[in-house]
């Protein structure tokens, strides 16, 4: 009865067909031990035991991420505190070697040491990453056996076989040499084909096994931690490998030092004497600690931030590693707080859209925001990050003035917007020209409703049959044609040139009503062979058998014309230049 008034500490000593268990109380004193199947039922019953001597307070277990996992399972799930114990060191064993020794040396344990590592809980998504990442490994590694077989082969092959592929390497020999084979081994030279054959049809197996590998971590990390993907320089591989050495419990460790510890890049004191200096530490997860290297290399050659980084560090560029040494370290802290504190990711998923409706191409915002036309198209579909980025071109697209589709034509990758106001009140046309108002309203239309404002207005306004020669000669010329148009259209109307057509950069510019202020407004449309309104389908019939500055004739279209005006200029230029002849 008196040893239920004071806690119980238990042992448990693991293998894979049983476990022995020893209750010790927290004065030392030895309680009971009993052995028990490693099975659903016996780690229910083991439970029992321990709970049914006292207050239970503690649990070591030997072997929690081996023969001991399903019994740490149980134990987690019934809110039980349980600590890893590693096994009695050699001196302590030169007594004697049982289960139930081992099991009280684990309690003893337990009760002397106050600082014993948390076991990593299991059944989470990093329980997933480690059982594919696990699977990955091996495959690389007996494909790298594969390959390496493969050459060997190759240097003791028969001189015919091995000059066959002499000059193939990489997938090319692979490929060449799962395609042909003989299909019995009968002579030295076929044994050694057969064998070079069958080991390219493994090497081909295991490497669609690696990337559909690949596939899975990349969707499983993504899921587990999204904030540790959005770090530069962690791949899917990389961050699976240091969720796996954190755990499905990061908050197991206790802070930033304890993960570099546990990676294997914390500094060593080594000091003695007036020596000062510290020593690598080659402990820790190894794998974690190849991670983290990979991550600081690739870091250091595509990040500015890191390169910034090493920049103030004033190292000596031949003493590279001591750097990778330093880059490591300082890696760890920024895991640390990925892994036990993740932050919500901004959204980039709003940026296409928004792009979308302000009609801006990437090539356009590319050219602003001075980075390259496929890295905004990776950040708008979420397969690369870079918050920084992101921010800069959604404020540019806020602060970007809409543009208008139906009112806006793309020429050599710049966008030029132009103004075409109402059309004024209508003035009956002369008969005389009602077949060239017909045709210039069917050239227009191709140009959507800016060219459709233009032509008709033309049509209607033109008041005599020599205005409609000065348009008919513009076909022949179609560097002037815009602004002898423009000029048609003012004398007609009375409309200022700035009325007519304007771009944005002057769109609140005084107006100019002088054909010399429309000679300095047209000139960029007229540069580019296009011409508002009536003359658009006869200047693009002239731009294709106009030259360009190098002499060769041009053989199409305008460059980066729509769709619609690819379409139509073609039928539009044809009738534009035979119904203005008056």
């Known amino acids: 009865m008196a040893s239920n008034l004071v806690g119980v500490i238990a042992g448990v000593d693991t293998h894979a067909d049983t476990h022995h268990a020893a209750l010790v109380t927290s004065t030392g004193r030895q309680l009971a031990d009993c052995e028990f199947p490693a099975t659903p039922d016996g780690y229910l019953a083991l439970l029992d035991f321990i709970t049914s001597h006292g207050p239970l307070q503690r649990v070591g277990i030997e072997g929690t991420s081996s023969y001991g996992a399903g019994l740490a399972r149980v134990l987690l799930a019934a809110d039980i505190e349980v600590s890893g114990v590693i096994r009695p060191v050699r001196a302590v064993r030169r007594r004697g070697k049982t289960d139930a020794i081992d099991a009280y040396a684990a309690a003893a344990l337990v009760l002397s040491a106050q600082h014993l590592p948390i076991p990593k809980q299991a059944g989470g998504d990093v329980d997933a990453i480690r059982a594919v990442l696990s699977v990955r490994t091996s495959a690389v590694k007996a494909a790298t056996a594969a390959m390496n077989q493969i050459h060997s082969l190759l240097i003791t092959a028969p001189n015919q076989l091995r000059e066959t592929y002499r000059a193939l390497t990489g997938n090319s020999l692979i490929a060449a040499l799962a395609a042909t084979g003989p299909h019995s081994a009968t002579t030295s030279t076929a044994a050694t084909h057969l064998a070079l054959h069958r080991l390219a049809h493994r090497y081909q197996h295991l490497n669609a096994e690696i990337t559909a590998a690949d596939n899975e971590l990349d969707t499983l990390t993504r ?89 103030q560090r004033n190292i000596h560029p031949g003493n590279r590693k001591h750097l990778l040494r330093c880059l490591k370290r300082a890696l760890c802290r920024e895991i640390y707080r990925c892994l036990t504190n993740p932050q919500p990711l901004p959204a980039t998923d709003d940026l296409r859209p928004l792009r979308h409706a302000y009609q801006v191409t990437l090539t356009h915002a590319a050219q602003h925001l001075g980075h390259p036309a496929s890295t905004l198209s990776r950040i708008e579909r979420g397969i690369i990050r870079n918050d920084t980025l992101a921010n800069q071109y959604r404020n540019w697209l806020n602060t970007h003035p809409p543009l208008d589709k139906h009112r806006s034509i793309k020429l050599d990758q710049r966008i030029t917007r132009w103004v075409i106001p109402a059309p004024c009140p209508v003035i009956p046309a002369n008969a005389g020209i009602s077949a060239a108002n017909h045709s210039c309203s069917e050239s227009g239309s191709s140009f959507g409703r800016s060219g459709s404002s233009v032509s008709s207005t033309i049509g209607r306004k033109l008041p005599s049959l020599a205005t409609a020669s000065r348009v008919n000669e513009s076909i022949a010329s179609p560097q002037a044609a815009p602004t002898v148009v423009a000029r048609a259209v003012v004398a007609a109307t009375g409309s200022s040139a700035a009325q007519i057509a304007r771009p944005t950069a002057t769109r609140r510019a005084p107006a100019a009503s002088t054909s010399s202020s429309l000679d300095t407004v047209m000139p960029p449309i007229a540069n580019q062979g296009l011409a508002p309104g009536c003359a658009g389908g006869a200047a693009s019939a002239a731009y294709r058998t106009s030259s360009r500055p190098g002499g060769r004739p041009n053989s199409g279209n305008p460059p980066n014309v729509g769709p619609t005006l690819k379409k139509s200029i073609s039928s539009s230029a044809s009738a534009a230049s035979t119904s203005l002849v008056v």
């Not at 546990?262 to 991670?291: H, V």
Request: aromatic content about 4%; hydrophobic content about 35%; proline content about 7%.
């Open 223 to 311: 899921r587990a931690n999204p904030t540790l993907r959005s770090l530069q320089g962690l791949g899917p591989i990389t961050a699976a490998q240091l969720l796996v050495t954190a755990g499905d419990n990061p908050h197991r460790l206790t802070n930033q030092a304890a993960f570099a510890a546990l990676c294997g890049t914390s500094p060593i004191p080594a000091s003695s004497g007036k020596t000062n200096r510290y020593r690598l530490n080659r402990g820790g997860d190894r794998q974690a600690n190849n991670a983290l290297h990979c991550i600081a290399t690739t870091r250091l050659r595509h990040d500015p931030r890191t390169k910034a980084w090493a920049a």
